[in-house]
């Protein structure tokens, strides 16, 4: 399924500027709840065709949902390879149980790309509210906060996928007991183990990187483990920063002339999607450049760590019918986090740079082997 930008919104930015606004996510999805309530897009109860199309609320009744259409707005923070390969899964798994149950998960319409721009993240939030869709599933921690903040009046459900640490970024109250309308899956990083790998390969290390957006929440923890690992160890850490793929770039030209031995960027979609422009400038150092997801190593890092993200997209997809078909409560749904000890290594990376990685097998639960491409096959 092509995702959609909000191209076809911005034409109409102007006219819905009640909706959306420039200032903080937070300040922005507040106004777009506001607007809703006054323009009547609030959500509400199934009523006329929508009530018959699901028979009645059969969801979580015990009747029979055979025939029920249920719109499912997929909100994707931006392109990039582990995202795109979270949302093929959660599409191809909607699919799946669509046959098996004999219902309709309608995502055709409402899926979406935000490209890591907030203020296009809540105009999707106001299209899929006025919209009236069932689920909001966004991808990625910055949309599930967006989405979590438009939704905290009219109580639409959303189900997240890859946030990394839910509780430290306020979306629950608890991962056993979320306590409102939003619960999911977590790609959470075991930042120590990370470590472990980069000492592992290079026991003599004196000086780490640390590269990252230091306005993503999911950097926010796995970092301060980072600082705190490499500081019980007596080892020297430079800290780069940047928003944007220029500014990722020249950090990571500034870690290397400061002498970084190793880099550690933890699950940082901003790193992510600049992986493919920088990657070279490490192997051309001889710099290995470790990553929280598997994505990293696919564009060209020499490691990337965490969970498999197409199970994780999957197994998103079925809390997302579980919410729909059988009525469970976000509220009292626990976050799936799954095995994260998974390390992907660029094979041509690792050549390239000269570094031996056989040791990982005993450390991992799993050690796969990757080339540089785009994007997962």
Request: with cysteine; proline share 3%; net charge negative.
């Amino acid at each position: 399924m092509k995702k959609r930008t909000l191209a076809l919104l911005m034409t109409t930015a102007i006219a819905a500027a009640a909706l959306t606004g420039c200032g903080s996510a937070n300040q922005t999805a507040g106004d777009i709840v506001s607007a809703a309530e006054t323009s009547g897009q609030m959500r509400a109860e199934p009523t006329g065709n929508e009530e018959d199309s699901k028979e009645n609320g059969a969801a979580g009744t015990g009747q029979n949902t055979s025939g029920a259409v249920y719109k499912v707005g997929i909100v994707q923070f931006v392109d990039d390879a582990s995202l795109n390969q979270i949302e093929a899964a959660i599409e191809k798994e909607l699919d799946a149980k669509a046959a098996e149950l004999g219902v309709t998960f309608d995502y055709g319409d409402y899926t979406y790309n935000g490209q890591a721009d907030s203020t296009v993240l809540n105009q999707i939030a106001s299209e899929l509210i006025a919209s009236e869709v069932d689920v909001i599933v966004p991808i990625a921690t910055p949309a599930a906060m967006i989405m979590q903040n438009a939704t905290e009046e009219n109580q639409i459900p959303v189900v997240f996928s890859a946030v990394s640490d839910p509780a430290g970024a306020g979306l629950v109250a608890d991962m056993n007991a979320p306590g409102s309308n939003i619960t999911g899956t977590s790609d959470a990083l075991n930042t120590e183990a990370v470590m472990d790998l980069i000492f592992a390969a290079d026991p003599d290390i004196k000086t780490v990187g640390l590269l990252y957006n230091k306005s993503e929440d999911a950097s926010k923890a796995p970092i301060e483990d980072a600082r705190a690992y490499c500081e019980a160890k007596g080892v020297e850490v430079i800290e780069k920063t940047g928003t944007t793929n220029d500014e990722i770039s020249l950090a990571a030209d500034a870690l290397i002339a400061g002498g970084a031995e190793a880099v550690f960027t933890p699950t940082d979609n901003t790193v992510m999607t600049a992986e493919l422009a920088i990657y070279e400038k490490f192997i051309e150092a001889g710099v290995p450049h470790y990553g929280g997801a598997d994505s990293f190593a696919l564009n060209g890092a020499f490691l990337g760590y965490g969970v498999n993200y197409e199970e994780l997209g999957t197994a998103t997809a079925d809390m997302v019918v579980d919410v729909l078909v059988n009525g469970a409560d976000p509220a009292t749904t626990a976050v799936v986090t799954l095995d994260n000890g998974i390390a992907t290594v660029n094979t041509e990376t690792a050549g390239a740079i000269g570094l031996e990685y056989g040791m990982f097998a005993d450390m991992c639960t799993e050690l796969k082997e990757i080339v540089t491409a785009k994007e997962f096959e």
